[in-house]
């Protein structure tokens, strides 16, 4: 006789245990896909960033709260779901690993949504693809046998509840609230898998990458690759759909009003200054120096000069020793920006990441309009600062990365900075003329230890800490701009060439100490904001003209204007902040530059705001007649002298801002 199945020992065990045994299939999925992901992490192979037990926990997570809707379904109906999320979720990370090879980065919404972005793969996705690239697809192998056996599962599940059926049997929970309350336990526990690393990051090394992020494969390595493309969705929407994405006619109208204004001053300039137009269909070619700043100009220790090259070029190129660097959380990005479109950086974050699929009216897509070809030079990773994308958004026609230089003098961070200027050359020799090059330099890069043997600079007593390791670097790529000026002259392109550079960003050493063991003095509140914010601008016209020292103030906002009025291409109706630096007229008395803080200088005052934001708390000080030829000790003055140069500022950064966040240069035009 059979003996009856006893429904009270079934209801001891756990419900939720036992949906989940019936669904075998939803921890396969899980661990074909951690499989998946570890592969993925395994090829791209970025450097200290391999998986470890956090980046497993925060996989396992995603991978849980992804699918753990799943496990509402019937037993046919999770396997399709499931079916469906792997092919899906195996598309979006093979993708990635396509793009990565190309680009060094992951796919990101704006690409998604730039179609010349992804289309620049076009022919070379066939030599991107690799054999083993397979192992992501052999899970599909397996797809159909599941299916067969969970149908036939499903089957055996149904003939048993008919049975079931003919004893009396102890009410139990509808299974759809087992359903559902096994699946809200298991989403807990794959939010306290993602929860726990993610935090544990954030309070440390990562403390400030959501709010300032530089890199997508730095917020790779918190969230993995799926948990990336989560952020990054919320991230896009919250900046262009989820938040207020209008700006009122009001706002637009006095947005337009001060570019407008800015235009026209720039407009009377090109009507009446003698320098407009002087160096028409020159080449240029620009450097940007990584934390290049101004004080080692001229500057020498145990008498040996730091930059002996620049002080050289400096016999023939003018010099601006007043020259400010107006970056903020995106550093070289933001130097990049103010540099090349003549914009403001954002107050958090970069715009390179945040609005790269903006339209701006930029440097190298207005000399590309008049006939120029153009070119970026940066051996490194592409997608570092999002410059693939941004690059083709500012319309340079080639961006030469990492990928396209030969490693041959390995430093620091990349490729050494005289290798480097060096293969640019050689790109640039194949370049039609008349051309415009970028370089961004990158051997100056904190920690900035050089290995022994670029190592050419006695140190002193500096030797063996950050300040004497940046002195070394300085010293490294200033004998590297003095090569690459004798390859320009031996190529032919120095004569032909307007030749300029500036420092991105100070070079974040804290201490001031050194400094002014360095300088040979105290530094007093307006000497430490001078020297934190002060690079070089040198520029070196073909005919060695007009060369000298100019006080003169000016910043990074002012480099693309100088340039084009020079070339004699009008920058009157672009939307661009900057005035002309080199002219054959006085400088601008009223010129003021403007930083991310609110701060500004005009050459006779700097106001320095409060970091709590009162106004009472702000200080104005009066510094004519300081700084690098003056002798005089900044003073503090009436903070009414201030006060106008105050409400400008604000006035210069709310416009900016509402041009980049809202994408206003089509409607300005």
Known sequence: MAVPFDYSRRQQAPFFLITLLQRLDFILFITLMLLKLSLFDRI??????????????????????????????????????????????????????????YF????????????????????????????????????????????????????????TRTAELSFHKPRRMPIALRRLTASIIIFAIGFTLI??????????????????????????????????????????????????SKVTAEQQTVAKQWFQTQGEMRKQ???????????????????????????VIN?????????????????????????????????????????????????????????????????????????YTTAAFHAYDGGFWNRNMMYDQLGYDKFYSKKDFTMDEPIGWSLGDKSFFQQSIAKMQQEKQPFYSFLISLSSHHPYKLPQSAQQLDTKQFKGTMFGDYLEAVHYVDAALGSMIESLKQAGLWDKSIFLFYGDHDNSIADWQPFESFLGQSLDETERFRILKGVPFIVHLPDDAHAGTYEQPGGQLDVTPTILHLLGITSAYKVMIGTPLITAASPQASKRIVFRSGAYTNGSVLYLPAEDGLPEHSKCYSIAGTGATGTKKAQLTDQSFCHTGAVEARKELDASDLVVEYNLVPKLH
């Not at 753990?68 to 690993?97: C, E, H, K, N, S």
């Not at 998604?112 to 083993?132: C, D, N, T």
Request: no cysteine.
């Open 44 to 101: 791209i192979h970025v450097p200290n960033m391999a998986m470890v037990r956090d980046d497993w926990m925060t996989a396992a997570g995603t991978l849980i709260v992804i699918s753990f809707w799943t496990l509402w379904l019937p037993a046919r109906g999770q396997l399709i779901a499931l079916i469906v999320l792997d092919i899906l979720l195996t598309a979006i990370v093979y993708a990635d690993l396509i793009y990565f090879r």
């Open 104 to 159: 060094q980065d992951l796919i990101t919404v704006p690409v998604l949504m730039q179609a010349g972005q992804v289309g620049a793969l076009g022919e070379s996705i066939g030599s991107l693809l690799s054999g083993k690239d397979l192992w992501f697809f052999a899970d599909w192998l397996l797809l159909l046998p599941l299916f067969i056996y969970t149908v036939i599962r499903a089957r055996r599940i149904r003939n």
């Open 195 to 244: 929860y726990a690393p993610v935090h544990k990051a954030k309070q440390t090394w990562a403390a400030d990458l959501f709010t300032g992020n530089w890199w997508n494969l730095s917020l790779y390595n918190v969230t993995g690759v799926l948990g990336f493309h989560g952020y990054d969705l919320y991230r896009y929407a919250n900046e262009h759909w989820l938040h207020d």
């Open 269 to 295: 300039l090109e009507s009446s200054d003698a320098m407009f137009g002087k160096y028409k269909g020159m080449n240029v070619i620009m450097l940007q120096l990584e934390a290049f700043q101004n004080f």
């Open 299 to 371: 500057r020498s220790i145990g008498g040996v000069p730091v930059t002996p090259n620049m002080n050289k070029l400096l016999e023939s190129s003018l010099y601006y020793p007043n020259f400010y660097h107006q970056t903020a959380q995106g550093r070289t990005s933001d130097a990049d920006l103010a540099a090349n479109v003549s914009l403001q950086p954002l107050p958090t974050g970069s715009v390179f990441i945040r609005y790269a699929q903006h339209q701006f009216d930029s440097m190298p897509q207005t000399l590309k309009d008049n006939g």
